[in-house]
T-cell receptor, first 114, second 112 residues
Framework: AAGVIQSPRHLIKEKRETATLKCYPIPRHDTVYWYQQGPGQDPQFLISFYEKMQSDKGSIPDRFSAQQFSDYHSELNMSSLELGDSALYFC?????????????FGPGTRLLVL | AQTVTQSQPEMSVQEAETVTLSCTYDTSESNYYLFWYKQPPSRQMILVIRQEAYKQQNATENRFSVNFQKAAKSFSLKISDSQLGDTAMYFCALFTGNQFYFGTGTSLTVIP
């Protein structure tokens, strides 16, 4: 079965650089969520999109922005990167319509800011 | 506000034995879902089991089962016949209001 795809899987950036993370949800899933997981921490919700519109916003810094495109893939744009942005970034997708509410996670993008 | 509490940071169990991971939650919402996710060393988040709050019957998935006590807001995970591949971090999660709320995780080690 198709799973959530994230690219790139690994990313190394310098401080103050920008990064773009991509997420391709499971086909027919209409909702995408982004999470940030620091070392030894639980995933922290950043932002979600439902039917290409921002749905909910969590602890996403103002330096980050995201959007969902017409093909339902989503991109997380991170600017002015800081050392503390080093983390594992998960994307998850869900078929919100239909009520299962189960989120299926991608493999994550490991971002290292030097 | 929604909260999820996992009071056991670390646990261990002998292979083939049974272990129970605790989780309590708090929400004022009447419509919510509860999940257990497993995160092995690869750090992939893998769904273990889910429970709809409106269902009284406890969910079961092969060796994994939950004890859902709605009044007590408790959602524990029981792993039977533990296997080495069960070694992972286990997160309890609450979904309501279109958001997931994760606990801080329990690191489970299965000892050969």
């Amino acid at each position: 079965a198709a799973g959530v795809i994230q690219s790139p899987r690994h990313l190394i950036k310098e401080k103050r650089e920008t990064a773009t993370l991509k997420c391709y949800p499971i086909p027919r899933h209409d909702t995408v969520y982004w999470y940030q997981q620091g070392p030894g921490q639980d995933p922290q919700f950043l932002i979600s999109f439902y039917e290409k519109m921002q749905s909910d916003k969590g602890s996403i810094p103002d330096r980050f922005s995201a959007q969902q495109f017409s093909d339902y893939h989503s991109e997380l744009n991170m600017s002015s990167l800081e050392l503390g942005d080093s983390a594992l970034y998960f994307c998850a997708s869900s078929p919100r319509r239909g009520g299962s509410q189960t989120q299926y996670f991608g493999p994550g993008t490991r971002l290292l800011v030097l | 506000a929604q909260t999820v509490t996992q009071s056991q940071p670390e646990m261990s169990v002998q292979e083939a034995e049974t272990v129970t991971l605790s989780c309590t939650y708090d929400t004022s919402e009447s419509n919510y879902y509860l999940f257990w996710y497993k995160q092995p060393p690869s750090r992939q988040m893998i769904l273990v089991i889910r429970q709809e709050a409106y269902k009284q019957q406890n969910a079961t998935e092969n060796r994994f089962s939950v004890n859902f006590q709605k009044a007590a807001k408790s959602f524990s995970l029981k792993i039977s016949d533990s296997q080495l591949g069960d070694t992972a971090m286990y997160f309890c999660a609450l979904f309501t209001g279109n958001q997931f709320y994760f606990g801080t995780g329990t690191s489970l080690t299965v000892i050969p």
